[in-house]
């Protein structure tokens, strides 16, 4: 009868030992690895709703420039996490009521009163030059934010604290901050007066 002596033959599996010591490299491994990816998920995440808030921000003062309106940048509206550029109704020197404050503007922000797109391209009607309602992921928040107004000569204006008078005054030598936060990461967009931008 053939005899099987080969080393292929007498070659046993893995003691005990041996998988203890693989587990426990694996588990260290995983206990190193798994906070920096959930930091890094949680970078991108925030940095990814961060530069779509500043593309909104850029295209609304574009469109200030090239409608020669005034073109506002609207958050927490009309829900917390919302965000949208409406046109501002009226002028400068006199908004429209609903329009003036924040605290009745997010009436701006829905659909059911001012639809996008919107069904009249007449000029001579307003307004022409409102985004769409735009959302930040679940797990992002604004957690300082003001309201934004773009003017056509590209320059920046904002309500000041309990402010209410019109026309809203020019962002002064101090930019303005829109930060976004998770709750362990926050990132913000610097708004100076002139309209630049930049990511902190």
């Given at each position: 009868m053939f005899k099987r002596t080969s080393r292929f033959w007498r070659a046993r599996g893995f003691g005990l030992v041996d998988q203890l010591a693989t587990l426990g490299i694996a588990a260290t491994v995983a206990a190193i690895a798994i906070p920096t990816i959930v930091k890094t998920v949680s970078t991108q995440r925030i940095g990814i709703d961060l530069r779509n808030v500043e593309r909104e921000m850029q295209l609304a003062r574009i469109s200030a420039i090239q409608s020669n309106r005034p073109i506002r940048m609207r958050f927490n509206c009309p829900a917390a996490?919302?965000?949208?550029?409406?046109?501002?109704?009226?002028?400068?020197?006199?908004?429209i009521t609903g329009d003036d404050a924040d605290n009745q503007g997010t009436r701006r922000c829905s659909y059911t009163y001012y639809p996008y797109p919107v069904a009249d391209k007449d000029p001579m009607t307003r307004p022409n030059n409102d985004g769409p309602l735009q959302q930040l992921n679940s797990k992002i928040s604004f957690?300082?934010?003001q309201t934004i107004e773009f003017w056509p000569n590209g320059t920046v204006h904002m309500m000041s604290g309990a402010?209410?008078?019109q026309p809203l005054p020019?962002?002064?030598?101090?930019?303005?901050?829109?930060?976004?936060?998770?709750?362990?990461?926050?990132r913000l967009i610097s708004v100076n007066s002139l309209g630049k931008m930049q990511f902190q």
């Amino acid at each position: 009868m053939f005899k099987r002596t080969s080393r292929f033959w007498r070659a046993r599996g893995f003691g005990l030992v041996d998988q203890l010591a693989t587990l426990g490299i694996a588990a260290t491994v995983a206990a190193i690895a798994i906070p920096t990816i959930v930091k890094t998920v949680s970078t991108q995440r925030i940095g990814i709703d961060l530069r779509n808030v500043e593309r909104e921000m850029q295209l609304a003062r574009i469109s200030a420039i090239q409608s020669n309106r005034p073109i506002r940048m609207r958050f927490n509206c009309p829900a917390a996490g919302y965000y949208r550029r409406v046109e501002l109704l009226g002028s400068v020197n006199n908004p429209i009521t609903g329009d003036d404050a924040d605290n009745q503007g997010t009436r701006r922000c829905s659909y059911t009163y001012y639809p996008y797109p919107v069904a009249d391209k007449d000029p001579m009607t307003r307004p022409n030059n409102d985004g769409p309602l735009q959302q930040l992921n679940s797990k992002i928040s604004f957690s300082s934010v003001q309201t934004i107004e773009f003017w056509p000569n590209g320059t920046v204006h904002m309500m000041s604290g309990a402010q209410s008078g019109q026309p809203l005054p020019q962002v002064g030598s101090t930019p303005v901050n829109i930060v976004l936060s998770d709750g362990s990461t926050t990132r913000l967009i610097s708004v100076n007066s002139l309209g630049k931008m930049q990511f902190q």
